[in-house]
C-alpha cells in the first residue's frame, strides 16, 4: 500500500514561539495515523532541532527541510548540505519547491544533482513539479511536467525512483485560494504515475506517492485526497492553523 501524507510546508513563516506553540496545538489535538499514513512537518532551518525534539517518539511523524544544497561540504556560505541535514537527525528534505525555481533559479538540472546527493544520504525527497499558469492555459501541462520529471528524475534506477515522493503543486493554485479540482488533481497524478510506469513499469509506479499541493484546506482535503491517484497533500496556508493541518491529517486515506 502506498503511503499516504500530509506535509505541511511552513515557509518563511512563524516564529520560533509561534512555531512550537502551533506544534503543541496539533500534537494535543486527536489525529489517527494508520500505518501507511505519516505527517511530515518541513519548518525553517532554525527550528528543525525545536520540531524533532516536539515530535520525537510520535509514531509516523517527520520533519523535514524545506531545501538543502547540492554539494557535500565546503564553502558554500549560506547553504545547508544533506549531510549535516543528516547529522541533526532529518529524514525528508523538500526540494523544487516552485517558489525556489522562481525566485533562486533552481533548474531542473540543479534538482537533479539535489536528488542525487539526498539519496546517497538516504535523504528521502518530496520533489516538486508543476506548471505554470499559461502552461496550463495554452493545454500543455503535462509535457511541462514531464519535461521535469525526465530532467530531474529519470536518471535513477528503479530502485532509487521508489524512494522519492512526488508534490504536484500547479503554480496557478500555490497560495492563491485557487484550488485545481479534485478531477484536474486526477488527471495529472494519473498522468504523472503513467510516465513513471512507462520508464519503470508498473509495480514502480504503483509503489511512488503522489501528493497534491495548492490551496488545500479542510475543506478540499477529504475530496482531493479521495482522488485514486492522490496520496495527500503538500499544504502551504492551511499548515499554519493547527485545526486545519489536523482535519487535513485526518483526511488521509
Ligand atoms: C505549498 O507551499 O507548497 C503550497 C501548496 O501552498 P498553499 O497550500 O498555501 O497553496
Not at 506544534?23 to 528543525?48: E, G, M, R, T, W
Amino acid at each position: 500500500m502506498r503511503k499516504q501524507i500530509a506535509a505541511a510546508n511552513w515557509k518563511m513563516n512563524l516564529t520560533l514561539q509561534q512555531g512550537e506553540a502551533l506544534l503543541d496545538a496539533i500534537i494535543s489535538k486527536p489525529h489517527s495515523l494508520q500505518a501507511n499514513q505519516q505527517a511530515v512537518f518541513a519548518v525553517p532551518f532554525p527550528y528543525l532541532p525545536m520540531a524533532l525534539q516536539k515530535l520525537a517518539g510520535k509514531a509516523n511523524v517527520f520533519v523535514a527541510a524545506q531545501n538543502c544544497y547540492s554539494k557535500k561540504s565546503g564553502a558554500y556560505t549560506g547553504e545547508v548540505s544533506v549531510e549535516i541535514l543528516q547529522s541533526i537527525g532529518i529524514q525528508y528534505v523538500v526540494l523544487g519547491h516552485s517558489e525556489r525555481r522562481e525566485y533562486f533559479h533552481e533548474s531542473n538540472q540543479l534538482l537533479a544533482d539535489k536528488v542525487n546527493i539526498c539519496l546517497e544520504y538516504n535523504m528521502l525527497p518530496i520533489f516538486c513539479c508543476g506548471e505554470p499558469l499559461d502552461i496550463r492555459e495554452a493545454g500543455t501541462q503535462n509535457d511541462y511536467v514531464a519535461k521535469q520529471l525526465e530532467e530531474s528524475l529519470f536518471h535513477l534506477t528503479a530502485a532509487q525512483v521508489q524512494k522519492i515522493v512526488i508534490a504536484y503543486e500547479p503554480i496557478w493554485a500555490i497560495g492563491t485560494g485557487k484550488t485545481a479540482s479534485s478531477a484536474q488533481a486526477q488527471e495529472m497524478h494519473a498522468f504523472i504515475r503513467q510516465q513513471l510506469a512507462g520508464k519503470y513499469g508498473a509495480a514502480v509506479a504503483d509503489a511512488i506517492s503522489i501528493l497534491y499541493g495548492g490551496s488545500v484546506k479542510a475543506a478540499n482535503a477529504v475530496e482531493i485526497f479521495g482522488q485514486p491517484d492522490v496520496d495527500g497533500g503538500l499544504v502551504g496556508g492551511a499548515s499554519l492553523i493547527a485545526d486545519e493541518f489536523v482535519a487535513i491529517i485526518n483526511a488521509l486515506k
